[in-house]
């Protein structure tokens, strides 16, 4: 089995890729890894994602990175799966507030790969698999950084964490139907801009430890 690991930045999965290189266990299990670094955001990731597909086809994609949590039920530091994922800033802002593209009516809320809005995973048996908190995340393209904007996005989407990625993983592999699982750790609360509260490299840390205990059991 192929499984293809994916992260917007080395430095996410770093560790992981360290133990890969020293551990006999992968020697015991039939599963080759690939590894991909897609830079930062939606536009950078589908695109490496799609070229290395016109290349290879793994058997499962997992998509590993940190985020910011709208909740204090998942702290900095806490690791969780996503199930649903949604784009939170594709839209326009009016003088009644924010429209996303299916407000608009620009795209029908539930045009596949989309349901109800969202990108949600079907692969039950993975997120099962991870023994992670379950959540819905939103995807942007702009940190969110004012209390306005998070409300927004938790209210509207019930998001639990945001990040940059992950809709574009979620969007590229039901397309190409690929099974998938995308795994986030949490280095800040989303609209904290203090770094001194931020957590970077414990969610890094519990990332990899998590992201190791996953690909063990596949």
């Excluded at 360290?18 to 020697?27: G, M, S, V």
């Amino acid at each position: 089995m192929n499984c293809l690991i994916v992260a917007a930045t080395s430095l996410e999965i770093k560790s992981f890729i360290a133990h890969c290189r020293t551990t006999d266990k992968l020697n015991h299990i039939d599963l080759q890894l690939d590894f991909l670094i897609t830079g930062v955001g939606m536009v950078h990731t589908t695109y490496a994602l799609l070229k290395h597909l016109q290349v290879k086809q793994p058997h499962i994609v997992v998509n590993a990175g940190i985020a910011g949590s709208f909740s204090e039920k998942y702290p900095p530091g806490s690791v969780v799966v996503v199930k649903d994922e949604l784009i939170a800033d594709l839209g326009v802002t009016e003088k009644d507030g924010y429209k996303d593209v299916f407000d608009l009516k620009l795209q029908p809320a539930s045009q596949f790969p989309f349901t109800k809005k969202k990108l949600s995973n079907p692969h039950k048996v993975l997120l099962q698999r991870t023994k992670l908190p379950v959540v819905t995340s939103v995807s942007v393209n702009q940190i969110t950084t004012s209390k306005k904007t998070a409300t927004l996005y938790s209210d509207k989407y019930k998001a639990a964490i945001e990040n940059m990625e992950g809709a574009a993983v979620h969007y590229t592999c039901l397309r190409e139907n690929i099974p998938f699982v995308q795994i986030r750790s949490i280095s800040n609360y989303v609209g904290d801009r203090n770094k001194k509260n931020w957590k970077i490299n414990d969610a890094v840390k519990n990332l990899n430890t998590e992201l190791i205990r996953l690909v063990e059991s596949l």
